[in-house]
C-alpha cells in the first residue's frame, strides 16, 4: 500500500519557519522524483520544489526561491521542505508528490500551512 505521510505543518508568524517531512512507503523510493505542491483558497495548485532522483536536479517556484529549500533522504524514504521567511501568501495546504518519470503519480494528504501577519 503506498502512503506519503506529511507532518510538520501548522501556524506560525511572518518571518518564521517551519520544517515540512513526507516519509514514503509502499513503492520504491529512489526511483521517483519527489515534489513539494500547495493550492490556496481560490487558487491553482502550484509547484513549491521537486528534486530529482538520480541527479539531484532541483527546481522552484519563483515565489518561493531563496526562501524554501528541497532535500531527500534516500535511506529514510523522506523528503524534506524547509522553509524560511515565510509570508502571509504562503498560506496554502501543502502537498507531498512522487512521480516514477512515468504513469505513476502519488499524492500526499495535503497539511495546512497558515503565516499570520
Known amino acids: 500500500q503506498v502512503k506519503l505521510v506529511e507532518s510538520g505543518g501548522g501556524v506560525v508568524h511572518a518571518g518564521g519557519s517551519l520544517r515540512r517531512s513526507c516519509i514514503a512507503s509502499?513503492?520504491?523510493?529512489?526511483?521517483?522524483?519527489m515534489s513539494w505542491y500547495r493550492q490556496a483558497p481560490g487558487k491553482k495548485r502550484e509547484l513549491v520544489a521537486g528534486?530529482?532522483?538520480?541527479?539531484?536536479?532541483?527546481e522552484y517556484g519563483d515565489a518561493v526561491k531563496g526562501r524554501f529549500t528541497i532535500d531527500r533522504d534516500d535511506a529514510q524514504n523522506t523528503v524534506y521542505l524547509q522553509m524560511n521567511l515565510l509570508k502571509p501568501d504562503d498560506t496554502a495546504v501543502y502537498y507531498c508528490?512522487?512521480?516514477?518519470?512515468?504513469?505513476?503519480?502519488?499524492w500526499g494528504q495535503g497539511t495546512q500551512v497558515t503565516v499570520s501577519e
Open positions: 508528490h512522487a512521480w516514477n518519470y512515468g504513469p505513476l503519480i502519488y
Open positions: 528534486l530529482r532522483r538520480a541527479d539531484g536536479d532541483i
Open positions: 509502499g513503492f520504491e523510493f529512489s526511483g521517483y522524483a
